[in-house]
């Protein structure tokens, strides 16, 4: 029998679905594997097809069950990417994430003859869900399986169900492992603010963005003034204190969608998307003012700015806004640092 597409979207269940004892963990463990709402991935899509088929049901699901809501990483025999928890199997499942919860006839089941994904929908007859669980046994979903007509597994389909489970979470694992390692290749070991290698991705990303848009790009270079003599005069540990701190400073202000990198050394760069030179220069100057105005405890530390904006081009590229921010700051640091400096043309000579 054919699995309907056409799941109930805004109803719960009569009696709703009870919370496990460590939910507010649970939820937290869950959203650090940073997999809600993202796209297909074959292997997820590979376990629920062979679930589907051992099992001998026309719909399996890798459902994940968020707030008040189950999602589907998988899914096999619907369209549908969530439903609410209260009406969800799956939420049930999880309270016992030792075991697997099989529901023979769900018409005749108190906890769920009345539910909307039985007596509409999908009409479910048949449930069995293995509970997905994290290293620390929090149970972060299901692997299910689910039929129009009542039934039961054999012994040896439930030990394939737990197996796959298994095999879902070591995908998961795997996932979570590979973001983790994506961060750290991107994120400066000092500061903890991103790297060049990461400024260089995103400076891509926003250019090709902003190209779509016709909009207006900025791009900040920042220089920590009279550097080296910081460092000769307090020492390294010192120095590498400075500059964490500069970095907190100038990530404190920034907007969601702004971008701030250890450029290298004392340097740092700064994306601003949708801003024209004159707004950069406003941001740029808060900037400069927000780090003149900290309480250093060695000594005043000033950074200088050079700040360049333009729509991007289809014959020009990302390092056009580089060069001309770096530009700009040697401009400021020519002035006497502790400056912000715009970028005017390439043959601006100093007063």
């Known amino acids: 029998m054919q699995a309907t597409t056409s799941l109930p979207t805004g109803q719960a269940a009569p009696t709703g679905v009870p919370r496990p004892f460590n939910e507010a963990q649970r939820l937290s463990t869950l959203r650090e594997y940073q997999i809600l709402d993202t796209g297909d991935e074959a292997a997820f899509n590979d376990l629920a097809s062979i679930a589907a088929a051992v099992c001998n049901t026309p719909v399996a699901l890798v459902s994940l069950v968020d707030a008040d809501r189950q999602w589907f990483k998988a899914r096999i025999g619907v369209d549908v990417a969530q439903t609410p928890r209260d009406a969800s199997f799956c939420a049930r499942a999880i309270l016992r994430p030792d075991e697997l919860m099989e529901i023979p006839d769900a018409a005749k089941d108190s906890r769920f003859s009345q539910n ?26 299901t692997l299910c399986v689910i039929d129009q007509q009542a039934r039961e597994l054999t012994p040896t389909q439930c030990e394939a169900m737990q197996a796959l489970s298994r095999q879902v979470m070591a995908y998961m694992n795997l996932r979570k492992l590979a973001s983790q390692l994506a961060h750290q290749s991107s994120t400066d070991a000092l500061t903890g603010i991103w790297n060049r290698r990461a400024f260089d991705l995103r400076l891509q990303e926003e250019w090709s963005k902003h190209l779509r848009r016709l909009a207006p790009l900025a791009l900040l270079m920042l220089d920590v003034d009279l550097f080296k003599s910081f460092n000769d005069s307090f020492g390294h540990p010192a120095g590498d204190v400075a500059l964490t701190s500069t970095a907190r400073i100038l990530s404190q202000p920034l907007r969601t969608e702004d971008f701030c990198a250890r450029y290298g050394g004392e ?13 950069a220069l406003l941001a740029a100057e808060r900037l400069r003012l927000a ?16 700040v360049s904006a333009l729509v991007p081009r289809a014959d020009a590229n990302p390092s056009t806004l580089v060069a001309r921010a770096d530009r700009a700051l040697y401009d400021a640091k020519a002035s006497g640092r502790n400056q912000t400096a715009q970028f005017k043309d390439w043959s601006h000579a100093l007063a």
Do not use: Q
């Open 291 to 306: 780090v003149e105005k900290a309480p250093w405890p060695k000594r005043p530390i000033t950074v200088s700015i050079g």
């Open 116 to 141: 909307p994904l039985v007596t509409d929908g999908l009409k479910i007859r048949f449930y069995a869900g293995a509970p997905l669980l994290a290293d620390d046994g929090t149970a972060m979903g």
């Open 267 to 279: 340097e740092f760069a700064m994306i601003l998307p949708e801003l024209d030179m004159n707004a």
